[in-house]
């Protein structure tokens, strides 16, 4: 059964970068893309930040991250990267790591199946 295992969040300071990562344990032959979604309140939605394909590499990004995020993969390593430079205090959530049916940044959350436990990431001004 696939696993789904996030690192790299933490604080910054505005206009700071981290790069989280998303390590998969199991097989993603399954599943066509992995993707960042990403939750500032519990009681908020979870909002897809940016997706990649497993295979060809495609990309998407939300308008809000756009120049700012680069999502990368390494299939030998089975890792997924996020690389957030420029951050701003509205990027503080929780980001979580998924895959599911479909492109991901495009399904609705209860529709994806795999989920990470959650990096905490926290921007100050």
């Known amino acids: 059964q696939l696993r789904l295992v996030e690192s790299g969040g933490g604080s910054v300071q505005a206009g700071g970068s981290l790069r989280l990562s998303c390590t998969a344990s199991?097989?993603?032959?399954?599943?066509?893309?992995i993707g960042w979604f990403r939750r500032q309140a519990p009681e908020q939605d979870f909002e897809g930040v940016s997706c990649i394909s497993i295979s060809d590499g495609r990309t998407y990004y939300r308008d809000s991250v756009k120049g700012r995020f680069t999502i990368s993969r390494d299939n030998a390593k089975n890792t997924v990267y996020l690389q957030m430079n420029s951050l701003k205090p509205e990027d503080t959530a929780v980001y979580y790591c998924?895959?599911?049916?479909?492109?991901?940044?495009?399904?609705?959350?209860?529709?994806?199946?795999?989920w990470g436990q959650g990096t905490l990431v926290t921007v100050s001004s």
């Open positions: 998924t895959t599911g049916p479909g492109y991901v940044c495009h399904e609705a959350p209860r529709n994806l199946e795999v």
């Open positions: 199991g097989s993603t032959s399954d599943y066509y893309a």
